[in-house]
């Protein structure tokens, strides 16, 4: 079992910067690939980024690439985002999860096995 805990979210206007982490426990963290989605409001969930266990591997989304950076530190057992440039399509809750699979960078929400409560994401225009 991992329990995941999100934390960074907040309400920042378009062209801000936020950056979020994610906190893991449990198992050993650099056992999993991680990965970050996102639900806006009456929308599903829909993938951000994804990085493999060693960060070798980095997968994004095509609307934050360039904008996005998803990076880990095994030692702390914590993955992060940092969100530049963000804009007013970015708002949502956002949620890390782990992938039972350590060696990929997967969009795919179902290759995830374990998920954080998410943190919201407000960027006003």
């Known amino acids: 079992q991992v329990q995941l805990v999100e934390s960074g979210g907040g309400l920042v206007q378009a062209g801000g910067s936020l950056s979020l982490s994610c906190a893991a426990s449990g198992r050993t963290f650099s056992n999993f690939a991680m990965g970050w989605f996102r639900q806006a409001p009456g929308k599903e969930r829909l993938f951000v980024a994804a990085?493999?266990?060693?960060?070798?591997?980095?997968n994004y989304e095509d609307s934050v690439k360039g904008r996005f950076t998803i990076s880990r530190d095994n030692a702390k057992n914590t993955v992060y985002l940092q969100m530049n440039s963000l804009k007013p399509e970015d708002t949502a809750v956002y949620f890390c999860a782990a992938d039972r699979y350590f060696a990929r960078a997967s969009n795919n929400s179902s290759n995830y096995l374990y998920w954080g409560q998410g943190t919201q994401v407000t960027v006003s225009s």
């Open positions: 990085i493999s266990w060693s960060g070798g591997r980095t």
